[in-house]
């Protein structure tokens, strides 16, 4: 019974973050989203504080859970900008970015819980960090190491998830992607990138021609694309 008020109580934190962003998240706003006292929240987190890193990290866990398996199954990075493309489409709709964005902002006024936050990440950046040693080999890209790309994929991530709330002027991440897209190709082209698989052979479509761009590569994942 402890474990399902946890539960609760968490779905209740990411629910307020979510659709009343940091300034509205408070104990009284929690509790009345999950229909249950402010004592509760105290009793298993200790603070509002507690409660909200204890989502974001069960939050980005289900994230996790739910990419990895698909990412140890790509090839090449094509196949990675096509990922990536439903991933950023998933995560706008069910708000999954937005909380984490949200956490970020209360680092201004919560310093306290920065160095606790910056952990939600880690998991974030090893993922993308493993994908890329195995998809371009562990020298990186261009002379910049995985480590780095992979903070940077992160940033830019959270930094398209964020922009594109402000509407079409700034709502760019298709055109981005496509881009993105298209450079894969040129590199492999150009002989800069291999496009082959971890075995060493290529792996093009039936056709030769990359999967198509609307095509849904997380489909059939484990997991709820909402938490």
Same mark, same amino acid.
């Given at each position: 019974?402890?474990?399902?008020?946890?539960?609760?109580?968490?779905?209740?934190?990411?629910?307020?973050?979510? /659709?009343?962003?940091?300034?509205?998240?408070?104990? !009284?706003?929690?509790?009345?989203?999950?229909?249950?006292?402010?004592?509760?929240?105290?009793?298993?987190?200790?603070?509002? #504080? $507690?409660?909200?890193?204890?989502?974001?990290?069960?939050?980005?866990?289900?994230?996790?859970? !739910?990419?990895? &398996?698909?990412? /140890?199954?790509?090839?090449?990075?094509?196949?990675?900008?096509?990922?990536?493309?439903?991933?950023? !489409?998933?995560? @706008? &709709?069910?708000?999954?970015? %937005?909380?984490?964005?949200?956490?970020?902002?209360? %680092?201004?006024?919560?310093?306290?819980?920065?160095?606790?936050?910056?952990?939600?990440?880690?998991?974030?950046?090893?993922?993308? #960090?493993?994908?890329? =040693?195995?998809?371009?080999?562990?020298?990186?890209?261009? $002379?910049?190491?995985? *480590?780095?790309?992979?903070?940077?994929? %992160?940033?830019?991530?959270?930094?398209?998830?964020?922009? %594109?709330?402000?509407? =079409?002027?700034? $709502?760019?991440? /298709?055109?981005?992607?496509? *881009?993105?897209?298209?450079?894969?190709?040129? @590199?492999?082209?150009?002989?800069?990138?291999?496009?082959?698989?971890?075995?060493? #052979? =290529?792996?093009?479509?039936?056709?030769?021609? !990359?999967?198509?761009?609307?095509?849904?590569? @997380?489909?059939?994942?484990?997991?709820?694309?909402?938490?």
């Amino acid at each position: 019974m402890s474990e399902d008020t946890k539960q609760r109580i968490i779905r209740a934190t990411l629910q307020t973050l979510r /659709e009343q962003g940091a300034a509205g998240t408070s104990a !009284r706003a929690i509790a009345t989203a999950g229909g249950f006292n402010t004592s509760l929240l105290f009793y298993h987190f200790g603070s509002v #504080e $507690g409660a909200l890193l204890a989502a974001a990290h069960h939050d980005t866990d289900a994230r996790i859970a !739910r990419y990895s &398996e698909h990412l /140890e199954g790509l090839t090449d990075l094509a196949g990675l900008v096509t990922f990536s493309r439903q991933m950023h !489409r998933e995560n @706008l &709709e069910a708000g999954h970015v %937005t909380a984490l964005v949200q956490m970020l902002a209360l %680092t201004s006024t919560n310093p306290e819980i920065r160095e606790e936050l910056a952990s939600v990440f880690d998991p974030w950046i090893d993922m993308v #960090e493993t994908t890329l =040693d195995r998809l371009v080999g562990k020298d990186g890209i261009a $002379g910049l190491s995985n *480590a780095d790309l992979a903070v940077g994929i %992160t940033s830019l991530f959270l930094g398209l998830e964020l922009l %594109t709330h402000l509407g =079409d002027r700034y $709502g760019r991440a /298709e055109g981005l992607l496509d *881009a993105l897209d298209d450079a894969s190709g040129l @590199l492999v082209a150009f002989g800069l990138l291999s496009g082959a698989g971890p075995a060493g #052979e =290529d792996t093009p479509t039936s056709s030769g021609l !990359r999967p198509h761009r609307d095509a849904d590569p @997380l489909a059939d994942l484990p997991g709820p694309a909402t938490s």
